[in-house]
T-cell receptor
């Protein structure tokens, strides 16, 4: 079974602080994704990547940056965290074709106070 | 872009009963569809993937129907049991990108009535 590992599992941050969420996959997948999950909104795509060095804006990129330094690692960066970014964040990886499933991590619960 | 509407947002049934979750999508060119299950405190796990060439898929305890004419996807949970309690999401693969970028429905929280 493909493995996607997120860290940390829980994070409490202060408003205006910098937060980095990390994701590692051992599946050798080209594509990686960051979603946030909020009640009433389901999962919304923040950023995604087609491979090392690539990052693309998703549907709700404002306030977030992403970094893909290697095939295995994909980070989500909140330079100036705000309370509206309190959410559960999921990382996923998948192959390059539209018929392929995504593999999800367990999620990171972020609270911005 | 693609939009996916999922209903109902909440669904409670008694053990042994059946239940239906419906998703409606907007892009007629969409070709690949997925159902994911999320148990409490966990990530999403694939339940079933459906291709446009397949109208019916049956798994263990559920049936998935795809109606391309009405742009509708449904998940029918048959004979519900405690292990079915979870949040279910439908997802549609973006037909324009050639990648597996997904647009998700808002989810259905499914539970059993004690």
């Amino acid at each position: 079974e493909a493995a996607v590992t997120q860290s940390p599992r829980n994070k409490v941050a202060v408003t205006g602080g910098k937060v980095t969420l990390s994701c590692n996959q051992t599946n050798n997948h080209n594509n990686m994704y960051w979603y946030r999950q909020d009640t009433g909104h389901g999962l919304r795509l923040i950023h995604y990547s087609y491979g090392a060095g690539s990052t693309e804006k998703g549907d709700i990129p404002d306030g977030y940056k992403a970094s893909r330094p290697s095939q295995e690692n994909f980070s989500l960066i909140l330079e100036l965290a705000t309370p509206s970014q309190t959410s559960v964040y999921f990382c996923a990886s998948g192959g390059s074709f539209s018929n392929e499933r995504l593999f999800f991590g367990h999620g990171t619960k972020l609270s911005v106070l | 872009g693609e939009q996916v509407e999922q209903r109902p947002p909440h669904l409670s049934v008694r053990e042994g009963d059946s239940a239906v979750i419906i998703c409606t999508y907007t892009d007629p060119n969409s070709y690949y569809f997925f159902w994911y299950k999320q148990e409490p405190g966990a990530g999403l796990q694939l339940l079933m993937k459906v291709f446009s060439s397949t109208e019916i898929n049956e798994g263990q305890g559920f049936t998935v129907l795809l109606n391309k004419k009405d742009k509708q996807l449904s998940l029918n949970l048959t004979a519900a049991h405690p292990g079915d309690s979870a949040v279910y999401f439908c997802a549609v693969s973006d037909p324009g990108t050639g990648s597996n970028r997904l647009t998700f429905g808002k989810g259905t929280k499914f539970s059993l009535i004690p």
